[in-house]
């Protein structure tokens, strides 16, 4: 008998975009086979020098870290929800160039690492450090754009210094595989899967606003079409929902059956999941299970009574304890990032 | 360093359905790992049973053949484009119920067998016989209707008896894999996959129109939303065309790029395949590649010179020797079948 399993999601292979089949998944750990992979160039290279973590810059004491160090520190394991912030971009309309992103660009792992602030303990920061600079190993071409460029972005020093914000060296308990940024990965909690540099081979403290393209142009919201007025650059992630099953434009017999799916938000914690069977007319609470790791998805459940032959729209809602509600309608902006709108299914029961 | 491959895109896993990352593809005969899947119901099992296949009916001399007696037989090979006529139902509007296939519900194998006729030639046919039914193993529920189903399908004499509709034991030189059909399957060249009946296991010459529910209620085209009127059954492919690459949303350099896919069609052969760089205003000749098996499909490619920066919609349309061209809008129908409107991708020139 055959060996039936669903496949990541193929969305370009140089670099390698996979798409997890978030549908056909239920364990609240991705497998790591269904990890999302997001690159920006083709695989780097590893050499001697991807396991040094040089720290200079704004810091007393610049140093120099083996990967094996941190192995030896305290360290602290942290469920995160990884969501690439162009998730679920096919769905903008007017449409926007870029990934065609479905609703699988989303993952959780468990990650184990060391506070970054931790580190910056042995370093020092000098007082006019005002970002911290993280260099990933993986470098290339950008269209419409001279020259060769690496992977790098920055954070402020409160995200920087948040305890929760990690080296990691493992995931679910193995060395991080090297697609997702062996030896070591900045972890940040909360914020779009961007900020979680990989393959991470430098951390330079400075003192002004860093500037790199994948952070003043890309990973930026630009909320029109044809001009920069009004970017603001991408940060938390929003509080979002999936209807993993149903599947849209399914037909079902009449019964009960089980709407379920996922919920996470980058802001505090994850309080309600609504779900609508009429479109957005009428909402009802669904059981939120699963895990409440502090930056962890939940998962969620709702029976629904559907007795009565016709066509259905199923929605999700999901709210935060920051305030925040998933909107009917993501805010377009042109780059395509951050889309939360409810989750819709189409359904007919016959 | 990563094998970085693409993967069937899952669309249901009981009854197993994925299809083929036709983007991502460069050979002419897919790959079996590659080759789409399409079920109607779970996997069957297979017995001492699955290896005969008894001919029946309206016919002189009922007789069972062993597969092994398949194998003594004089055989022929041929390359078939196997589409499922489901392919592409994501793209009707307004959208219809149904597995949500995208453009890779269409594989190209090179099957094996002996023709019917020469089966046939054993048993001898009634003057009385209309159409042969052919059933699978495979059975099980349908949404909305009470009972047990086996999956059957006939094709009318001329189909049947035509020399290259076959009863195949090989796939691309290779027993067929249990996924498409172990051991016997029916391969029915230029009709859409529905009739290429999987893991057959009986064969039965009938007086009359044979009506079953994956021959009256699905694989019907409806023309209407709510009423049967105008039905007209699902049989041969319609002309049509895909662009594998570039990947639709795509952002590319200024240069010249190659817009290069598949043609194919169920009537007569492909003859030329036009390419459009303006939206469908202009139309260019694509060069023709690849083989030219009478049933398979061609390849395609066009040297675009894309100078100029800006927004651009590509579009690929296939005419065919029995004067079918692809259409700008394909026909809708209830139940989303034989779409085939021109393949669409758009592209930024950065």
New interface residues.
């Given amino acids: ?2 060996d ?11 670099p ?1 975009n ?1 798409e997890s ?1 978030i ?2 998944l239920s364990a609240a750990i991705t497998p790591e086979p269904y990890f999302f992979r997001r690159n920006h160039f083709p ?1 780097p ?1 590893i050499t001697g020098e991807s396991f040094l973590l040089p720290v200079s810059g704004e810091v007393m004491r610049p140093l120099t870290f083996h990967s094996q160090d941190l192995l030896r520190m305290p360290s602290k394991e942290i469920a995160v929800v990884m969501e690439c912030s162009g998730n679920n971009r ?1 769905r903008f309309q007017p ?4 990934e ?1 992103w479905e609703g699988g660009a989303v993952s959780q792992g468990v990650w184990r690492g060391v506070p970054l602030r931790d580190l910056l303990k042995w370093t020092g920061l000098s007082a006019e450090a005002k970002e911290i600079v993280f260099e990933g190993t993986d470098s290339g071409k950008r ?2 754009q001279e020259g060769t460029f690496t992977f790098a972005r920055s954070l402020p020093l409160d995200k920087a210094l948040h305890p929760d914000t990690i080296i990691a060296y493992e995931l679910n308990g193995k060395p991080i595989p ?2 997702h940024g062996y030896p070591l990965r900045l972890i940040v909690p909360q914020w779009y899967a961007m900020a979680s540099v990989k393959w991470l081979r430098k951390i330079t403290a400075i003192r002004h606003h860093f500037q790199g393209p994948f952070q003043e142009s890309d990973y930026m919201y630009f909320p029109e079409k044809n001009s920069d007025e009004g970017k603001t650059p991408v940060t938390a992630i929003h509080v979002n929902s999936i209807i993993q099953q149903p ?7 009449a019964g009960t059956h089980r709407i379920h799916g996922l919920a996470w938000t980058g802001n505090g914690r994850i309080t309600t999941v609504e779900v609508s069977t009429d479109g957005g007319k009428r909402w009802e609470q669904a059981t939120i299970q699963g895990t409440r790791d502090p930056y962890g998805w939940v998962t969620w459940t709702y029976a629904w009574a559907a007795f009565e032959q016709g066509d259905y729209t199923l929605m999700s809602k999901a709210a935060d304890s920051a305030g925040f509600i998933q909107p009917a309608e993501a805010r377009w902006n042109r780059k395509g990032y951050g889309y939360n709108a409810y989750s819709t299914v ?3 029961i ?1």
Same sequence: chains 1, 2.
Avoid: C, D
């Fill in positions: 008998m055959p039936i399993k669903p496949y990541p999601i193929t969305r370009s292979l140089i390698e996979q089949p549908h056909f695989y290279a096919s449409e926007v160039y870029g065609q269209t419409g090297f697609e599947i849209n434009y399914s037909v079902l017999k189409n359904v007919k016959e």
